[in-house]
């Protein structure tokens, strides 16, 4: 019988990510700068990351964070998929946080652009500026309304930005506009975001990017990487790899 | 004498008409809330914003006009200056209505006086027309002044209301007139600066935003303040032209004429605007610039901008205000000031909604399908809804200011 050769043992992905994540959590936040890499060369289309975002963030219908672009490229028989992921690009001059006229939108000490929603008047000027189609506007829909009954998974606390809150007519974040927002509340935790730990293609990293020791820091010294739109100074920290 | 009655009677028909559907539209806006505007994450903003801009040209554009007289002294469009003053003030009144309505929280737009982010051109926005809104009230006492003192001896509402507004003002001798007049040319200078600094932030609310190649260029706060004039100016030529109770009179057919000739200058200015900035983007054939362009020439909405903006808004005004015949018939030059008025909306509307129609990246719309992220819009019917209660607002606030107080054209301010 032929020998079975030993498969070599790797280093799993989100182990190791874990392990820059509490590095980097107990350096102080100024120092941290949250980052994603997105490996195009592994996405298969799935869409779990945004249903992954959907189930943690319970976000209505028309509300998604997390979306995977879709292109067919060639005409048939020879063709090709190609997928974009668009998570918020996070980016280091948000264009988004120029234009809100109460301030209710702006990039925290970590780098990552919050949204304050009990102060957000729900102008949408910030739907309008953003290059990269990442928010949304909570239009107080739900996915199960013409049922008997409202299903208790759309009905039941979010802890986005680490605050519990129901979603209720009238009541924030009805009224107001939402994006990802790298999952805040579980990093503070020591998780990765939902879409990095549910990526089936590992396609999804995650960490530090001012930590050179970190995989998404490894991994944009060794690959071709691309950020989106480059051209207009936004600075993403939202990286591809091709 | 009864055929004006049977036109106020209809006036009036109209206006309470309106004021039910809004009724309507309101009660569904402030119950039921977003869910039934049909606006989403892809075009965010709507028929609501279109307006708002709408109202806020036609106010701006009034008070630019008002301004010719009592700041640059152009003593021939004197009987219409106080009427521009009060159309300035009504029509911001309705914009502040149709912008607030539109927020996700309108409970807390306070929130752009208390913590303001002066990056924001909105921010500044706001500031600004609180300011000129504020000018406009006190520039408008001023104005009327003398008259409300005057008025306040009459019988009925009208005497009730000038004696109240009046504000214990008594004085009615030609050297307060005099008095009020330095003041009404000072308010108004400043107005001048405010209203260029409000409209044209308008404008840069929209050139600021470098994610929507189609606002985002330097002719679009100037466009917004010329469109203001344009409007602005229709909308006085028609009011004039129909309402002033000198109609018949030689005076009243020269002004309309002195009033036509502007008007149509601003009309083919602003044709060549549009000419240059179309004509520009279209030459750089860059997808992401020209597909808006594409969407208003021959999207599925194509007649507001081919039948609104082209055949209401540049062909009848310039023909009719061009022709000597139609140019000195009130009637005519009127209708010309008329087809402005409705053609600016197709204006407001294709400056919001096809640059919006174009997601930021390609296949955005389709990679989560859900009507929130269509690429289509249409106003729903709570929306058209809110917005005819907030013209029936504005149309019954105006006919009652025309009736009860001192604003009618020809008021007679400059008798000192």
Not at chain 1, 58 to 65: A, R
Not at chain 2, 170 to 197: M, T, Y
């Amino acid at each position: 019988m032929p020998e079975i050769p030993v498969i070599q043992e790797r280093e799993d992905v989100i182990a190791r990510m874990m392990d820059d994540l509490q590095r980097a959590l107990k350096k102080p936040p100024s120092e941290r700068r949250w980052g994603m890499v997105i490996d195009l060369t592994k996405c298969t289309g799935c869409d779990s990351c945004t249903v992954a975002c959907k189930s943690e963030h319970k976000t209505p219908p028309g509300v998604n964070y997390n979306v995977v672009i879709k292109e067919e490229i060639g005409t048939y028989p020879n063709v090709r998929d190609v997928f974009l992921p668009r998570p918020c690009m996070q980016c280091e001059n948000p264009p988004c946080v120029d234009v809100c006229p109460v301030s209710a939108t702006y990039k925290n000490e970590e780098g990552i652009v919050v949204i304050d929603y009990d102060v957000c008047i729900g102008c949408r000027y910030c739907i309008t500026a953003c290059p990269y189609g990442a928010r949304s506007f909570d239009f107080g829909e739900w996915y199960t309304i013409d049922t008997p009954e409202v299903a208790p998974y759309e009905t039941a606390p979010t802890f986005e930005y680490s605050e519990e809150r129901v979603r209720e007519d009238g009541k924030s974040p009805i009224g107001n506009v939402r994006k990802c927002n790298f999952c805040i509340e579980r990093l503070h935790e020591g998780l990765l975001p939902a879409c990095i730990t549910t990526c089936v293609g590992r396609a999804r990293y995650f960490g530090d990017l001012n930590d050179p020791d970190s995989l998404v820091s490894e991994l944009l010294r060794q690959k071709h990487a691309f950020r989106l739109k480059e051209e207009l100074g936004t600075e993403p920290k939202v990286y591809y790899l091709t | 004498m009864n055929s004006k009655k049977g036109w106020s009677i209809v006036y009036w028909a109209v206006v309470v008409a309106l004021l039910a559907v809004g009724v309507v539209g309101w009660y569904w806006r402030l119950t039921v809330g977003h869910q039934m505007a049909n606006y989403g994450s892809i075009i965010p903003w709507g028929l609501w914003v279109a307006m708002y801009i709408y109202f806020i040209g036609l106010s701006a554009g009034a008070f630019l006009i008002s301004s010719l007289v009592y700041v640059f002294g152009v003593e021939r469009f004197r009987p219409m200056a106080r009427l521009s003053l009060f159309t300035a003030l009504v029509a911001l009144l309705m914009a502040l209505l149709q912008i607030w309505v539109d927020l996700g929280h309108m409970e807390r737009f306070y929130e752009v006086y208390t913590r303001p982010h002066f990056y924001s051109m909105m921010a500044w926005m706001v500031w600004l027309y609180t300011t000129y809104f504020v000018l406009l009230l006190v520039e408008m006492w001023f104005v009327t002044r003398r008259d409300l003192v005057r008025w306040s001896r009459k019988p009925g509402l009208s005497g009730t209301l000038s004696r109240i507004l009046a504000l214990g003002s008594k004085d009615e001798s030609d050297a307060s007139a005099r008095r009020d007049e330095q003041k009404v040319r000072v308010l108004g200078a400043l107005g001048v600066a405010l209203a260029i600094a409000f409209h044209g932030g308008v404008g840069a609310l929209f050139a600021v935003d470098k994610s929507r190649p189609m606002w985002h260029t330097g002719l679009y706060p100037l466009m917004f303040l010329l469109a203001a004039l344009v409007s602005g100016g229709g909308l006085l030529l028609a009011i004039y032209a129909f309402l002033a109770p000198d109609r018949g009179t030689e005076a009243h057919k020269s002004l309309v004429e002195s009033l036509s000739k502007l008007v149509l200058g601003l009309v083919l200015l602003y044709i060549l605007f549009t000419w240059a900035d179309f004509s520009i983007v279209w030459y750089g054939k860059i997808p992401a610039d020209v597909e808006p362009i594409k969407i208003i020439l021959f999207g599925k909405y194509w007649y507001v901008f081919w039948l609104g903006e082209v055949l209401l808004g540049m062909l009848v005004p310039v023909v009719l205000l061009s022709l000597k015949a139609t140019r000195q018939s009130p009637l005519w030059a009127g209708l010309a000031g008329a087809s402005i008025v409705v053609a600016f909306i197709a204006v407001r509307l294709n400056i919001v909604i096809p640059p919006l129609a174009v997601p930021e990246l390609q296949g955005l719309a389709d990679a989560a399908p859900a009507f929130r992220m269509s690429t289509n819009y249409l106003p729903s019917m709570m929306e058209w809804f809110v917005t005819l209660g907030i013209v029936g607002f504005g149309a019954a606030l105006y006919a009652l200011g025309y009736g009860l107080l001192p604003v009618r054209p020809n008021m007679s301010e400059k008798e000192v």
